[in-house]
């Protein structure tokens, strides 16, 4: 069974910096796109990042471009998100999600529960 | 302001079929396929439809989409209590290199 399990959010000043994880299990980590995705109070989905098998591809969402990093690590099935200089609008619940091809269709096909992130002072 | 336009809300009475509208530009829809997510409150998304108009397993056959250049739209036919949710079309957007959401529909079963 394919699981991703976040962890690491919490609540953090403005200004502050917070390193999300998420724990991969159930699939072969290393052959798969992962992405980053987060849900303010309240709102819709958005898009923040996504890096490649291999690392060589990477990219951010604007709205978070320079102040956050996504890494993975494959030998311990895990993907990261190091948010610095965090900001209130960056309070949300914070999901990383599988990227899958069926065919050539791409899909995020699994999700994790999230983790919340709450910036405030 | 969602790169995707899907309507706010919607509604329908059980057993009645409902349609989500999902707006995009030639970058996004018109270049790839189109995923659709269901989510209940304090949950994460489960995606519903991927490749425009294709099932993963367990998806019950009430569920259809479908795509015509910029647009797609998702059908739930014989609509049940338990198929109030928010609703989100997904896509790739090649001038982004990012994934696009629509802002969500809220769909109400009175």
């Known amino acids: 069974e394919v699981q991703l399990v976040e962890s690491g959010g919490g609540l953090v000043q403005p200004g502050g910096s917070l390193r999300l994880s998420c724990a991969a299990s159930g699939f072969t980590f290393s052959a798969y796109t992962m992405n980053w995705v987060r849900q303010a109070p309240g709102k819709g989905l958005e898009w923040i990042s996504y890096i490649s098998v291999s690392r060589n591809t990477i990219y951010y969402a604007d709205s978070v471009k320079g102040r956050f990093t996504i890494s993975r690590d494959n030998a311990k099935n895990s993907l990261y998100l190091q948010m610095n200089n965090l900001r209130d609008e960056d309070t949300a619940r914070y999901f990383c999600?599988?990227?899958?091809?069926?065919?050539?269709?791409?899909?995020?096909?699994?999700w994790g529960q999230g983790a919340l992130v709450t910036v405030s002072s | 302001q969602s790169v995707l336009t899907q309507p706010p809300s919607t509604s329908g009475t059980p057993g009645q079929r409902v349609t989500i509208s999902c707006s995009g530009s030639s970058s996004n829809i018109g270049s790839n396929t189109v995923n659709w997510y269901q989510q209940f409150p304090g949950t994460a998304p489960k995606l519903l439809i991927y490749s425009n108009n294709q099932r993963p397993s367990g998806v019950p056959d009430r569920f259809s989409g479908s795509k015509s250049g910029t647009s797609a739209s998702l059908a739930i036919s014989g609509l049940q209590s338990e198929d109030e949710a928010d609703y989100y079309c997904a896509t790739w957007d090649d001038s982004l290199n990012a994934w696009v959401f629509g802002g969500g529909t809220k769909l109400t079963v009175l």
């Open positions: 999600a599988r990227l899958k091809w069926f065919g050539d269709s791409p899909s995020l096909d699994y």
